[in-house]
């Protein structure tokens, strides 16, 4: 069985940073890309940022610019370096890994910027 551990959410003032984590136990099989979505209330989830195993890496417009995504392969864990946090990216931040057999969620992390 496959967790996802996430980790680092919390309040933070606006313009202000968080680093999530997102640590991967059990047996992955396979290539993954790993990835962070989020669900604002009211809201449906969305893609935030995904990596890839070669490393290469996509961004939801919203947040390009002020969001890095990386990944320890090793380690099976990814990260989100949130920088220059807005109102808007108050949301519950969900951790995923993606095979072609395989889908995982995390159980969410909620981040809350506040002015």
């Known amino acids: 069985q496959v967790q996802l551990a996430e980790s680092g959410g919390g309040l933070v003032q606006a313009g202000g940073s968080l680093r999530l984590s997102c640590a991967a136990s059990?047996?992955?099989?396979?290539?993954?890309?790993m990835g962070w979505y989020r669900q604002a209330p009211g809201k449906q989830r969305e893609v935030v940022a995904r990596?890839?195993?070669?490393?290469?890496?996509n961004y939801a417009d919203s947040v390009k610019g002020r969001f890095t995504i990386s990944r320890d392969i090793a380690k099976n864990t990814v990260y989100l370096q949130m920088d220059s946090l807005k109102l808007e990216d108050t949301a519950i931040y969900y951790c995923n890994v993606r095979g072609s057999s395989y889908d995982y969620w995390g159980q969410g992390t909620q981040v809350t910027v506040s002015s």
């Open positions: 059990g047996r992955i099989l396979g290539i993954n890309v």
């Open positions: 990596i890839t195993p070669a490393f290469s890496t």
